[in-house]
C-alpha cells in the first residue's frame, strides 16, 4: 500500500523529510500544514501533488492519512502533540526536540501514557550509515567502551522563519536545539542514563550584534559538556559553531581496554565550496592499542540518498524504518523516553553552564 503522510510544517527540516519521502516506495506526502508563504511555495515545488490544509485542525480531518510527520519548530512540539491526540490515533515521526521548557515535562508524560499510536522521535544521526557501522562495531573494537566523545566544528545557526532560533525561550538553548542529536547517541552508545552533568558553554562570536523585534538574541554557539553514567562509563560533547571551514564536521570516537573506534562526518553536501572530487566521505577508523597502523575504511553514501538532505542519508533510513512501524512490520527505536532524556540532558547541560554548578540526576 501507498503509505500517506499528513506533515506539520516545511521550513528548511521539513523540505529535507518531503526530498526524502519522495525516494521511498509506496509512500507520498498527501498533505501538508505550513503556514509561512515562502515556506509553502518551497514545498509545493518539491511535492506538487500533496494538497495544502489551512490548519493543523483541517489536516488531521482528512481521513485518507497513514501517519503524521511533526516538522515544525521546536516549541511548537507538545502544543501540536496534544492536539493530534484530541482528534486521531496515528503513528507519529516527531522531531527533536519533543519539548523545550523543562517545566513541560509532565505535559509530555501525560502525552506518553493517553496516545495509543507509536511515535517515533526524529533523532536522525542514529541513522547515518557510517554511524550504524559505529554503534555495531564499537564494543567489539573497544572492548567494552569506557570513554565516548563528540566533537562537532560546523557553521552558525541557519535562518529559520521567523527567527525563532534565536532565541534560548524558542529553542530550549543550543544544547537541546542543536545538541539533543549527541545526548541521545551517548545513552543509545553507552546504554546507560547519565547521573552527573558539567557544562562550560557561552556565545562568544555569533548573532551578538542581531537584534530582533527589540530583543538581543541569546543563543550559545560553543560549549563542552561532560556527562557520568550509571554504568560508570564517560563522555564528552565538544561544540563549535564558528568553524564552518572544517573538513569534516563531526568527530565521534570510541576508546576501551583493547582498542578505539572513530567516525569522521562531513557536513552537508552543499556547503563544500571545494572541488567535487575532492568532498570527503565519512570515514570510519579503527586502532588497537600498541599497534600503530589504524584501518582507515571510506563509507560513501548513495548520491541520490546523500543530495536529499543535509544528515549523510540518515534522514531517508530513519524513514525506512518508521515506514516499517507504520505498516506493521518494524518496533520503534527512538521512543518517547529516548527523546525526553535527550532534553533532559541539553537543559541539564544549559543549567550547569549558566550556573558553573554539576547537575545531578536521581
Not at 482528512?62 to 519548530?73: A, G, Q, R, T, Y
Request: charged share 25%; glycine share 6%; with cysteine.
Amino acid at each position: 500500500m501507498t503509505v500517506n503522510y499528513g506533515i506539520i510544517g516545511c521550513g528548511m527540516m521539513g523540505q529535507e523529510h518531503l526530498h526524502n519521502i519522495a525516494l521511498l516506495d509506496d509512500a507520498k506526502a498527501a498533505m501538508i500544514y505550513e503556514p509561512d508563504e515562502g515556506m509553502r511555495n518551497a514545498a509545493k515545488a518539491i511535492a506538487p501533488d500533496a494538497r495544502f490544509a489551512n490548519s493543523v485542525e483541517e489536516l488531521l480531518s482528512n481521513k485518507e492519512l497513514d501517519c503524521l510527520l511533526i516538522v515544525s519548530p521546536n516549541h511548537c512540539h507538545i502544543e501540536q502533540l496534544e492536539l493530534i491526540a484530541q482528534h486521531v490515533t496515528l503513528p507519529i515521526l516527531v522531531e527533536k526536540p519533543l519539548y523545550t521548557n523543562p517545566d513541560d515535562f509532565d505535559r509530555i508524560k501525560a502525552f506518553q501514557k493517553s496516545y495509543n499510536a507509536p511515535v517515533w522521535v526524529a533523532m536522525e544521526y542514529r541513522y547515518m550509515p557510517p554511524l550504524q557501522k559505529f554503534i555495531n562495531d564499537v564494543d567489539d573494537v573497544t572492548g567494552d567502551i569506557k570513554m565516548l566523545s563528540i566533537t562537532e566544528h560546523r557553521f552558525p545557526f541557519l535562518e529559520k522563519v521567523g527567527d525563532w532560533n534565536r532565541f534560548n525561550a524558542n529553542s530550549g538553548g543550543t544544547f537541546v536545539e542543536k545538541c539533543c542529536h549527541f545526548f541521545d547517541l551517548m545513552r543509545h552508545i553507552i546504554s546507560s542514563d547519565p547521573v552527573r552533568v558539567m557544562a562550560s558553554a557561552g556565545q562568544e562570536v555569533n548573532h551578538l550584534d542581531e537584534i530582533y523585534d527589540g530583543k538581543q538574541s541569546d543563543i550559545w554557539d560553543c560549549g563542552y559538556v561532560i556527562v557520568d553514567f550509571a554504568n560508570g562509563k564517560r563522555a564528552m560533547l565538544e561544540l563549535s559553531m564558528f568553524a564552518e571551514g572544517s573538513e569534516f564536521q563531526e568527530f565521534i570516537h570510541a576508546v576501551g581496554p583493547e582498542g578505539k573506534l572513530e567516525v569522521k562526518l562531513p557536513g552537508p553536501a552543499r556547503f563544500w565550496s571545494g572541488d567535487e572530487e575532492k568532498r570527503p566521505v565519512p570515514q570510519l577508523v579503527t586502532s588497537k592499542r600498541a599497534i600503530c597502523n589504524p584501518k582507515v575504511t571510506d563509507m560513501p553514501i548513495d548520491k541520490a540518498i546523500l543530495d536529499a538532505g543535509d544528515h549523510n542519508g540518515s534522514t531517508f533510513y530513519q524513514h525506512e524504518k518508521f515506514l516499517d512501524v507504520v505498516r506493521g512490520r518494524g518496533q520503534v527505536e527512538v521512543s518517547i523516553d529516548d527523546g525526553i532524556w535527550a532534553v533532559r540532558m541539553g537543559h541539564a547541560a544549559q543549567e550547569s553552564a549558566r550556573t558553573g554548578k554539576a547537575v545531578t540526576f536521581e
